[in-house]
Every structure is written in C-alpha cells, then in structure tokens.
C-alpha cells in the first residue's frame, strides 16, 4: 500500500512541481487507538495529526487499515472507476494535507484548516482529472466536476462544529475547479502549459490571497 501512497504523492508533487523531501508513507499509522478521542469514536477513515511537542511539530497521518484493504484489491492508480473513487479521494485527500503542511512549513508558514481543505478539495478534482485522462485519452470526465463538488454534502456527525468550514472550501474549491474544467477542456498544448502555472501559482498564495484570486477570476 504504500507504494500507492507515493505514487499519490508523486502524482501532486509533479502537478505542482513541489521540491519535498519527506514521503508520506514514512508518517503513516493505521491504528485508530492513536487517534485523539473525539476522532477515535467517530468513523472517520482519514486523519491527519499535527501535535507540538516541545517547539517542534510531529505530524502523523491516520488512514483505516480496511480502507487500505480495498485500494489495494481495487488500485484506482490502475483503474479509477465508481467503485474505488470515494476510497481514492480519502486516501488523496490525506497526502493533500500532509503535502500541503509538509510544504508551508518548509517556508516556515502556518496554515489554517480551511487552506487544508481548500487545496485538498481541488487536488482531487485536479488529480482525478490527471488519472482519468490518462486511462482513458479518449473521453473527457464531465461528471467529475457534479459528482465532486453538486453532489457532494458535509457528514455533520464526523465534521463536528466544522461543517461551516467544509461547506466554504467546497464552494470556493467549485468555483476554482470550474475555471479549471474551461481551461482543460481546450485541450491544446498551451491550455496545458497555462492551466499547470495556475495551479502552481494559486497552490502558492496566502489564504487571504487565495480567496481573492477566486472571487475575482472564477
């Protein structure tokens, strides 16, 4: 399994060009009685922990063993379909937030969970896009934007008093993600090379530029 974790890995740090040196399946624990409480009796199956000791940050992503199980009996890096896309977004949206954090703090920039979410959100849309293109050249994943972000809704059981926080980074993640589908479905070669320094370059804003950059282009 974590030979699919890496090539997650890989998979957005190429997209985004990151010069990261951890690999996230060095951080990767699978048992739940290491989970904070809360988190521990809900059903989560992600999660990812950043706890101060001393000064220092020690982070640990949590992903449920059954839902490892399944990834590796269904390997959406081979083929993405209905039946392995929401254990795949979990499982991506776990090395989002690793990447993302690993990233920011390398800069020695604090992040806040709604950048977590934000970028997580449109990873998947980014990188689903990737796969799905990639195994099938010939069609064009229109659904993807309606199954990720119009369908999608916020469990309030697991998200707590954070669903507020939830519902905003997916709907400014919809809203950069649909500015993203104009520019992917032009398909020519500079569409490509524009849509790669767009998601490099908002991948490096500030939160608050982020927000900006959003309300204003898309």
């Not at 081979?78 to 392995?84: F, K, R, V």
């Not at 959100?121 to 796969?131: M, P, Q």
């Amino acid at each position: 399994m974590a030979g699919v974790l890496q090539r997650l890995q890989d998979l957005l740090t190429g997209i985004y060009d990151l010069p990261i040196d951890y690999r996230v399946h060095d951080f990767l624990f699978t048992d739940r009685e290491r989970l904070p409480s809360p988190a521990r009796e809900s059903d989560t199956d992600e999660q990812l922990l950043v706890l101060d000791q001393g000064g220092s940050a020690a982070v640990g992503l949590y992903l449920d063993p059954r839902l490892l199980e399944r990834l590796a009996a269904a390997n959406p890096l081979e083929t993405l379909n209905g039946d392995n896309l929401a254990d795949y977004w979990t499982a991506l949206e776990g090395v989002s937030h690793f990447l993302y954090l690993a990233w920011n703090a390398g800069y020695d920039r604090g992040v806040t969970l709604l950048e977590l979410e934000l970028q997580a959100e449109i990873d998947k849309y980014v990188a689903s896009w990737w796969l799905l293109r990639a195994q099938d050249p010939g069609r064009y994943p229109a659904e993807l934007h309606h199954l990720l972000f119009e369908r999608a809704h916020v469990d309030a059981r697991l998200a707590g008093g954070r669903a507020g926080l939830y519902r905003a980074a997916n709907h400014y993640a919809a809203r950069f993600c649909r500015r993203l589908e104009r520019l992917f479905i032009a398909q020519a070669t500079r569409v490509r090379t524009e849509t790669l320094a767009e998601l490099r370059r908002f991948y490096r804003l500030s939160r608050e530029r982020k927000m900006t950059h959003i309300r204003r282009y898309s």
